[in-house]
């Protein structure tokens, strides 16, 4: 019964220092797990760090992208309203000038009928100036008939 009481006393005494070394082994366990947790979260928070800056960076890129899109906006609105305009102008002056096209046919066309009127005009000038000249010769030639007869009579 010594025996046995020795043994327990033994096993009684040994536990505790068994769970005490379990318990150490335990603790360093979870004390390495704690510091690899705390550099993990230490990464982890320059990252984070990191990750603000870059999107307070992007956040000020988009402002600044979206007040440049605004003003090109405005200017392409401004640009549109000039090219209509332009095109109106443009559609005005093509109408002015098909019409000025169609003037110049019309006095190209009335040019050439007092064209063709003159030269038959002229012709007709032509032809009555050489009637006159055969007129002229035939009263000059009846004028020395005339002379002729009254210098006959006077004799």
């Known amino acids: 019964m010594k025996q046995k009481l020795i043994l327990m006393c033994v096993i009684a005494l040994g536990f505790p220092f068994t769970l005490t ?6 603790m360093t366990s979870l004390k390495t797990a704690l510091q690899n947790t705390e550099s993990e979260r230490d990464g982890l928070k320059t990252r984070l760090d990191t990750v603000t800056q870059t999107r307070d960076q992007l956040q ?3 402002d600044e992208l979206t007040k440049r899109l605004v003003k090109l906006n405005s200017s392409r609105d401004q640009l549109q309203e000039q ?16 019409e000025l096209t169609q003037s110049r046919d019309a006095a190209v066309i009335d040019a050439r ?7 038959m005009l002229t012709a007709q000038l032509q032809a009555e100036t050489g009637k006159v ?3 002229q010769d035939q009263l000059k030639q009846i004028q020395a008939d005339i002379a002729e007869l009254q210098n ?4």
């Open 21 to 26: 070394s379990c318990c150490r082994v335990e």
């Open 60 to 62: 000020k890129q988009v």
């Open 83 to 98: 090219v209509d305009e332009l095109t109106e102008s443009r559609d005005a002056l093509q109408m002015q000038a098909d």
């Open 113 to 119: 009928k007092a064209q063709e009127r003159i030269d």
């Open 133 to 135: 000249g055969e007129l």
């Open 152 to 155: 006959k009579l006077n004799l």
